[in-house]
C-alpha cells in the first residue's frame, strides 16, 4: 500500500516562517519521521512540496492507479482551490487533510475551506504531529480496505 503526502505553498519555509503559528520543525524533519513510521508499518511513501496549485493538481492526478491513499496539507489553497478540490474528487482516494494550525480559531477568510468535503478526514491544530495522526489513520484505513478485499475474495471463492 502506498501513500503519495501533498504539502502545498510556503510549507517549504517550514521552521523559518511564523514560528509562534507552526513551530520550529522543517518539513524535512516531518517527513523523515512519517518515512520511519511508514517504514515500520510496511507502507510505502512518497513526499512533494510545491508553490504552484497547477503542479499540485497534477501530482494528485498522478495518484491514480499509482498510490492507495493521499495525506495532503494545500496551505493557502485550503481556502481557494476548487481545481485541487475537484482533482481529489476525480481520483476517488481516501484522502486525509492535515493543518498544523487550528484554522478554525483564526482569521475569517481562513474558515472557508475548498478541500474538506471530499476528504475522508481532516486534522487540524495539533502541529506537525498532525502529520503522524494522519499517517496512523492512513494505516487503518488501509487495514479496513485490505480487510474488505479479503472478505470479497473469501465470498467470491466461497460461491464458485
Ligand atoms: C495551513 C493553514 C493555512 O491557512 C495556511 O495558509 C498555511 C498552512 C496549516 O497547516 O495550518 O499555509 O494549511
Known sequence: MKVVVIQGPNLNMLGVR???IY??????????QMKEFADQNGIEVEFFQS???????DRIQECLGDANGIIINPAAYTHTSIAIRDAISAVSLPTIE?????IHRREEFRKTNMIAPVCASSVVGFGPFGYH????????????????????????????
Open 51 to 57: 508553490n504552484l496549485e497547477g503542479e499540485i493538481v
Open 98 to 102: 492535515v493543518h498544523i494550525s487550528n
Open 133 to 160: 495522526l494522519a499517517m496512523t489513520g492512513m494505516t487503518q484505513i488501509f487495514s479496513e480496505i485490505q480487510a474488505m478485499q479479503e472478505a470479497q475474495k473469501q465470498q467470491a471463492a466461497a460461491q464458485a
Open 18 to 20: 511564523e514560528q509562534n
Open 23 to 32: 513551530g520550529p520543525m522543517k518539513l524535512e524533519q516531518i517527513h523523515a
